[in-house]
């Protein structure tokens, strides 16, 4: 390789020789190959070359600085400088930090809520009956799943009922199950409770013998759930018409019991009932027992009492309530002794053919002082 050497750095060039003569010397002093690289000679200037790509790299880099800057300080660096935006900062975190509270609160009463209603219909849901079925139609398998315990304890402790008639009625009366497996307990109940309901004139309530309220007080040769139906249809004529709740069947018993109001035949008295029916403000009108009479009596403020033969509506003889006449000329019938018969209207001809008696009832007028 051959290659010269210059005596000073101005002007003069080194030369050397590569492959085949394959190398040249530009007029700047640069030594160009027939390659794609290009080498700068000692001496020789690339600034031009440094100063821009060093420009592009500062440009580049200087971007980034000033970008990440502005994005990661700028709204805490306001909100620093300014009060005020550090004020609204500070609100809007506090308002975001209750807002999640409040949601979080709300959700968690929610699943509370569902979890204590499905914890209160797991208690409530009768086991006996399938869950598939509407809740009234489950109330009423319960209710008659119910009779069907007390009347299996009635039968498994008959021998406590003791009077056969009452074992009879729980047959009977579907209603009367509770009353009739009281005396299968231990502590069968003797007395009375308070009535308890409420009472508004012109409306009768359907009271029946054997109600728990009364029923295991001892009238005449029985308790009252077998024989108390004329103080209970009497009961019933005077809360009716007058509105008033204090003479309840085993009140109006206790009357009779103390006034030998007793009948072996009615269980009470004609005499005692159209007695205490005045004493207690009522005007009685004794009637013969035609379709006639108790339907043109029966109107608005009257009720009609009943004297009822055995085996006509049912097989004792005993007292009723009539307490209204239907469009259709039926007679609405409250018999304490049989929800069957209470619990449909019946014809004028009927209620005569089986009664011995008629008794219009209503309200006495009030004397007006001199």
């Not at 315990?149 to 009367?176: Q, S, W, Y």
């Not at 007058?242 to 018993?253: E, F, H, L, M, S």
């Not at 379709?291 to 009720?303: K, P, R, V």
């Not at 619990?343 to 007006?368: Q, R």
């Amino acid at each position: 390789m051959a290659y010269s050497t210059p005596d000073d750095q101005r002007g003069t060039t080194r030369r050397y020789t590569g492959r085949a003569g394959e190398s040249r010397i530009s007029s700047t002093g640069s030594i160009t190959s027939s390659g794609t690289r290009r080498v700068q000679a000692r001496g020789g200037s690339s600034s031009q070359y440094r100063s821009s790509k060093s420009r592009r790299s500062r440009g580049k880099s200087g971007y980034q600085l000033n970008s990440r800057g502005r994005r990661r300080g700028g709204l805490i660096n306001r909100a620093l400088d300014d009060p005020r935006t550090l004020v609204m900062l500070l609100i809007g975190i506090a308002l975001l930090i209750a807002l999640i509270i409040g949601a979080t609160t709300l959700i968690r009463g929610c699943v509370n809520e569902r979890a204590a209603k499905k914890a209160a219909e797991s208690e409530d849901t009768d086991t006996r009956v399938s869950m598939t079925i509407s809740a009234d139609m489950a109330d009423k398998f319960s209710a008659i799943l119910d009779r069907n315990d007390l009347f299996a304890k009635i039968a498994l402790n008959a021998d406590a009922v003791g009077d056969t008639r009452l074992l009879e009625l729980a047959l009977r009366e579907p209603d009367a199950i509770e009353y009739v497996a009281g005396y299968a307990s231990k502590n069968a109940p003797k007395g009375a409770s308070a009535y308890g309901d409420s009472a508004t004139k012109g409306y009768y309530p359907k009271l029946f013998n054997w109600d728990t309220r009364w029923g295991y007080v001892t009238y005449g040769e029985g308790p009252m759930g077998l024989t108390g139906s004329g103080p209970t249809a009497l009961s019933m004529a005077y809360i009716g018409l007058t509105g008033k709740t204090d003479q309840t069947p085993d009140v109006i018993a206790k009357k009779a019991t103390e006034n030998e109001g007793i009948d072996k035949v009615y269980d009470t008295s004609a005499e005692f009932m159209v007695n205490t029916a005045e004493e207690l403000g009522l005007e009685v009108e004794e009637l013969s027992a035609t379709s006639e009479n108790i339907s043109e009596n029966l109107q608005s403020g009257t009720a009609v009492l009943v004297q009822l033969r055995e085996r006509t509506l049912t097989d004792d003889a005993h007292w009723a309530l009539a307490v209204g006449r239907n469009l259709d000329g039926s007679i609405n019938l409250y018999d304490p002794t049989s929800s069957a018969v209470s619990e449909h209207p019946w014809d004028p001809n009927t209620i005569a053919s089986g009664a011995d008696v008629f008794y219009i009832l209503k309200l006495a007028p009030v004397e007006e002082e001199e």
